[in-house]
């Protein structure tokens, strides 16, 4: 059983910049994977980064490349999202999830109860 936990969320300006927080407690974080999601009013929830056990190996959506950066510090159980040049369209509940096993497709396991991040214009 894994727990986790976001933060970091928030109101922001256009251009502006959040750093995400996820606490992971329950199992041992440095041997399981990491990502980040989101999702908008009225749309489906979709994938914005993933980095793996070992923060070796970072993967990204499209539409946040060069401007997010998904990091771990294994030490302290916790997974980030630094968010630069924020733009409206990124205004979702952001939720980080676990994916415990190594498999041919990611699947995610447990996922966090989600912040809010607010970007006006």
């Known amino acids: 059983q894994v727990q986790l936990v976001e933060s970091g969320g928030g109101l922001v300006q256009a251009g502006g910049s959040l750093r995400l927080s996820c606490a992971a407690s329950g199992r041992t974080f440095s041997s399981y994977a990491m990502g980040w999601f989101r999702q908008a009013p009225g749309k489906e929830r979709e994938f914005v980064a993933r980095i793996t056990w070992s923060g070796g190996t970072a993967y990204y959506a499209d539409s946040v490349k060069g401007r997010f950066t998904i990091s771990r510090d294994n030490a302290k159980n916790t997974v980030y999202l630094q968010m630069n040049s924020l733009k409206p369209e990124d205004t979702a509940v952001y939720y980080c999830?676990?994916?415990?096993?190594?498999?041919?497709?990611?699947?995610?396991?447990?996922w966090g109860q989600g912040t809010q991040v607010t970007v006006s214009s």
């Open positions: 999830a676990a994916d415990m096993f190594p498999r041919p497709i990611p699947r995610y396991d447990y």
